[in-house]
Nanobody
Framework: QVQLVESGGGLVQAGGSLRLSCAAS????????MGWYRQTPGKERELVAA???????IYATSVKGRFSISRDNAENTMYLQMNSLKPEDSAVYYC??????????????????WGQGTQVTVSS
């Protein structure tokens, strides 16, 4: 079992930055693929970024060049650095983990473990 707890959300003006954190506990964090999803009311959940156990990363086209995903296996923590935020980035952001490879998420499979979500609001 894996427990995930997000933090770092909040209200920021357009153009600003936020850093989300996801603290993991339970099974060996270093062997898990990790990722960030986001969702707004009335829209489908979107994979924002993912990082493999080996450090390979992928990003949604809408955030490429602005967001950066990273992980600190010694601290069992994953991060999402969000720069140049736009109002359309406003959403509930969810941390996710899986002991399968994240490539299956791109095929429509859901991660096995989820955090409770943290709200990010970007004002114009």
């Amino acid at each position: 079992q894996v427990q995930l707890v997000e933090s770092g959300g909040g209200l920021v003006q357009a153009g600003g930055s936020l850093r989300l954190s996801c603290a993991a506990s339970g099974r060996t964090f270093s062997s898990a693929a990790m990722g960030w999803y986001r969702q707004t009311p009335g829209k489908e959940r979107e994979l924002v970024a993912a990082i493999s156990s080996g450090g390979s990363t992928i990003y949604a086209t809408s955030v490429k060049g602005r967001f950066s995903i990273s992980r600190d296996n010694a601290e069992n923590t994953m991060y999402l650095q969000m720069n140049s935020l736009k109002p359309e980035d406003s959403a509930v952001y969810y941390c996710a983990a899986d002991f399968r490879q994240y490539h299956i998420w791109l095929q429509g499979y859901d991660p096995n473990y989820w955090g409770q979500g943290t709200q990010v609001t970007v004002s114009s």
